[in-house]
């Protein structure tokens, strides 16, 4: 399984911004995926995920303001975060992650919530 996240940037604080993941080859496997955020000097947190049976979950931090969301098809799956009411601290590295019966992590799209 490949992962490639984009759509990072910067923005202001209050703002919003979208997340994709698009992930490919073998898909079929999949059991899960999320997303996953690094800020800078603390270790990665977990932000958002589908379990294997399609239910959500999120971080206390983020739940009311970010929403996970995916399409399927045959070739690829992509997964999305929207993030609005963006806070400084929302600001990191987010990363994008799918399991097997092993993990995959994307190569991470950087967030940055400044004015």
């Known amino acids: 399984v490949q992962l490639q996240a984009s759509g990072g940037g910067l923005v202001q604080p209050g703002g919003s911004l979208t997340l994709s993941c698009v992930a490919s080859?073998?898909?079929?496997?999949?059991?899960?995926m999320g997303w996953y955020r690094q800020a800078p000097g603390k270790q990665r947190e977990f932000v958002a995920e589908?379990?294997?049976?399609?239910?959500?979950?999120?971080a206390d931090s983020v739940k009311g303001r970010f929403i996970i969301s995916r399409d399927r098809d045959n070739d690829k799956n992509t997964l999305y975060l929207q993030m609005n009411s963006l806070k400084s601290e929302d600001t990191g590295v987010y990363y994008c992650?799918?399991?097997?019966?092993?993990?995959?992590w994307g190569q991470g799209t950087l967030v940055t919530v400044s004015s």
């Open positions: 080859g073998r898909i079929f496997s999949i059991n899960g």
């Open positions: 589908f379990s294997s049976g399609g239910t959500t979950s999120y």
């Open positions: 992650r799918a399991h097997d019966t092993i993990e995959y």
